[in-house]
T-cell receptor, first 108, second 116 residues
Framework: GQSLEQPSEVTAVEGAIVQINCTYQ??????LSWYQQHDGGAPTFLSY??LDGLEETGRFSSFLSRSDSYGYLLLQELQMKDSASYFC?????????WGAGTKLIIKP | ETGVTQTPRHLVMGMTNKKSLKCEQH?????MYWYKQSAKKPLELMFV???????ENNSVPSRFSPECPNSSHLFLHLHTLQPEDSALYLC???????????????FGPGTRLTVL
């Protein structure tokens, strides 16, 4: 079957750096996306990796290793507003396959 | 504001009721999606429409019936639902549908559905 694995919850301190990992097993692969969802809100797009390597967008970076079927989202200089759930999703054969999400808890 | 709106935001219905969820996108996109989101589970893709044609139906029970009258509007008709259908129903749109290399999806705020 197709699946994505990510931790269910991560806790970090304000101002710190946190990494959220995602491993995937899918029948097709075009790229790995990351979405953020605040409680009560809609998922919003953060980043997309189609090729191996690191993509940086401000405080957020995303990494992909296609040979390892692995990626991660790196959040730097954490702010309280970053408290949310983060989902990885694989573009695979006409649809996005989603992980169950990682709840990021940030402590002052 | 993502350019995708959904109504109603909250809905409580009995198992014998019939109701409809509405989604509208103002982005000029060609593809629209219905997802079901349950706590601590991956988003479940229910239906995909591309240029008003249904291209995906992931074994969704027939008590859920989608309708796409034009590229901007998407409905999900509900009838004789079960309590386990209680969830957040999200609508999304994207520029294109298919195995393209990059296809960001824009989500509406969702409808929180409770089936009694």
């Amino acid at each position: 079957g197709q699946s994505l694995e990510q931790p269910s919850e991560v806790t970090a301190v304000e101002g710190a750096i946190v990494q959220i990992n995602c491993t995937y097993q899918t029948s097709g692969f075009y790229g790995l996306s990351w979405y953020q969802q605040h409680d009560g809100g809609a998922p919003t797009f953060l980043s997309y990796n189609a090729l191996d390597g690191l993509e940086e967008t401000g405080r957020f970076s995303s990494f992909l290793s296609r040979s390892d079927s692995y990626g991660y989202l790196l959040l730097q200089e954490l702010q309280m507003k970053d408290s949310a759930s983060y989902f990885c999703a694989v573009s695979s054969n006409y649809q996005l396959i989603w992980g169950a999400g990682t709840k990021l808890i940030i402590k002052p | 504001e993502t350019g995708v709106t959904q109504t109603p935001r909250h809905l409580v219905m009995g198992m014998t009721n019939k109701k409809s969820l509405k989604c509208e996108q103002h982005l000029g996109h060609n593809a629209m999606y219905w997802y079901k989101q349950s706590a601590k589970k991956p988003l479940e893709l229910m239906f995909v429409y591309s240029l008003e044609e249904r291209v995906e139906n992931n074994s969704v029970p027939s008590r859920f019936s989608p309708e796409c009258p034009n590229s901007s509007h998407l409905f999900l008709h509900l009838h004789t639902l079960q309590p386990e259908d209680s969830a957040l129903y999200l609508c999304a749109s994207s520029q294109e549908e298919g195995p393209t290399s990059y296809n960001e999806q824009f989500f509406g705020p969702g409808t929180r559905l409770t089936v009694l």
